[in-house]
């Protein structure tokens, strides 16, 4: 978790001009890969991809919830296996779920042609409260197969 941490806060000490090098990179995967899937012949796939931008901007917002997401996905398993106080362990997922997001846009503020941006903080509290909603809903399936599995063998 602590090595994510540093990754996501690593990529907003990134200057502007790297940070966009950096999502070029990720745009020609993604373009790449939606080619292969023959995803690029859905119109509104076509549409975007035709828009470089756009298609630029899409793919940074994506890694925004997706980075948060696996971040929150971490923290769950590191409380889990850490932390026995539900007390506790919601305080901290609150720290996470919204210090973290804040602390990365203000890095962000600091860095030579970056911005910090409240609707990108938004985003990453997205993408962590997904997390967080996944793992609910996989330990509330696992309850109920659990209910399920004895008391079909009663």
Same mark, same amino acid.
């Given at each position: =978790?602590?090595?994510? @941490? ?9 200057? +502007?001009?790297? *940070? *966009?090098?950096?999502? *070029? !990179? ?10 292969? !899937? ?11 991809? +035709? ?7 899409? &793919?940074?917002? /994506?890694?925004? #919830?997706?980075?948060? #997401?696996?971040?929150?996905?971490? &923290? &769950?398993?590191? @409380?889990?296996?850490?932390? $026995? ?8 997922? &609150?720290? #996470?779920?919204? +210090? ?14 970056? $911005? ?6 938004? @985003?990453? =509290?997205?993408? #962590?409260?997904?997390?967080?909603? !996944? /793992? ?9 197969? +659990? ?8």
């Amino acid at each position: =978790m602590a090595l994510w @941490l540093a990754l996501v806060w690593g990529h907003s000490l990134m200057s +502007g001009p790297e *940070s *966009s090098a950096e999502s *070029s !990179l990720v745009v020609e995967w993604a373009r790449w890969i939606l080619q292969f !899937l023959h995803l690029d012949a859905l119109p509104p796939v076509a549409r975007l991809m +035709g828009n470089y931008d756009l298609f630029h901007h899409v &793919v940074r917002k /994506c890694a925004h #919830f997706t980075e948060y #997401f696996i971040l929150g996905l971490l &923290v &769950v398993r590191a @409380l889990l296996r850490t932390v $026995s106080n539900r007390l506790l362990a919601a305080a901290i997922l &609150v720290a #996470f779920w919204v +210090g973290v997001p804040l602390i990365d846009e203000f890095i962000q503020r600091f860095t030579p042609q970056r $911005s910090g941006q409240m609707s990108d903080s938004l @985003l990453d =509290m997205s993408g #962590f409260a997904s997390a967080l909603a !996944l /793992c609910g809903i996989v330990a509330l399936v696992m309850v109920q197969r +659990g209910r399920t599995s004895r008391s079909t063998t009663k």
